[in-house]
């Protein structure tokens, strides 16, 4: 018997229930989490969402794990994660940000340690905040909004990310410090994660072979890709990709090198190369891209 393929989780599929202030398909923002009709069948996550719980508990697992969640709680629920069995208070309230994978990674691109907020997000998808840092996330998310509705500004989009840059930075450092607590000692599989994922951000545009990460860690390509697979659901080669492409794209758009310049900055061997690799996983050619 076939098993059946479970439905995803998008902004688009979100979009067709709740029409909150959103930017394309790369950001929704939801007012009140309880006017969402939830799915009574599980379904699997494909964008980044984090919430915050301001009145009221909820019921719900991921992966299969049950979660509570209460006043001053944040919810994050990331890429691959199955969420289902929810059952809301009465008097549930709480706000959410939901954000393409692609959006996301465009904006924590620069942000150092990158592996502590995955690692984190992953192992504690429920974590409680102060009263005042929930008030700094509420305020942030007040911020948000505004900017998004802002049609008439010319720079509605690069200004949004600022601010959600700004806001990770400020939800990561809370969690930094949960994550470096003395009685906080990581799980191994999660310590290699966390060791590859520094390794990619320090040498990715050197360095896109896995045996060389595995090599630098003392392991084996195998067990690497073992563990990597195990923590994030993605393979290591994903991982190495996604920030490639990513500082290819940042190159194109935001400076007048060269397409040739580009493909020696980021070590590939020539430039027809370059240009089939860009465009298997963006889907344009990079002069397409610069263009678009």
Request: charged fraction near 25%; charge should be neutral.
């Amino acid at each position: 018997m076939e098993s059946k393929r479970l439905e995803e989780i998008t902004i688009p599929s979100i979009k067709k229930l709740y029409q909150g202030s959103h930017i394309e398909d790369d950001i929704l923002l939801v007012d009140d989490l309880a006017n969402i009709p939830f799915p009574n069948e599980p379904r699997r996550m494909h964008c980044l969402f984090m919430a915050l719980c301001t009145k009221g508990v909820a019921h719900y697992t991921i992966d299969t794990v049950a979660h509570t969640v209460q006043v001053n709680d944040v919810i994050i629920v990331s890429e691959g994660q199955v969420a289902n069995n929810y059952v809301l208070s009465d008097d549930f309230k709480a706000i959410a940000i939901v954000l393409s994978y692609e959006f996301f990674y465009e904006i924590v691109a620069n942000i150092r340690e990158l592996s502590y907020l995955y690692l984190f997000a992953r192992n504690h998808p429920v974590f409680h905040l102060r009263q005042d840092e929930a008030q700094t996330l509420h305020n942030y998310f007040n911020i948000i909004k505004r900017k998004v509705e802002n049609k008439e500004h010319q720079f509605r989009r690069e200004t949004t990310k600022s601010m959600l840059t700004t806001m990770i930075y400020d939800i990561s450092n809370v969690i930094y410090h949960l994550q470096t607590s003395p009685n906080n000692r990581q799980p191994r599989a999660n310590e290699i994660f966390s060791d590859f994922i520094k390794l990619v951000e320090q040498h990715y545009r050197k360095e896109r072979r896995v045996s060389w990460y595995s090599n630098q860690m003392c392991i084996t390509p195998k067990y690497l890709s073992e563990v990597i697979k195990q923590v994030s659901h993605r393979t290591p080669n994903e991982w190495i990709d996604q920030y490639v492409v990513l500082e290819i794209r940042v190159l194109l758009k935001n400076t007048m090198k060269s397409i040739r310049e580009i493909a020696e900055e980021m070590n590939f061997n020539n430039q027809s190369f370059f240009g089939k690799y860009f465009k298997e996983h963006v889907g344009l050619s990079p002069t397409e891209y610069r263009k678009s």
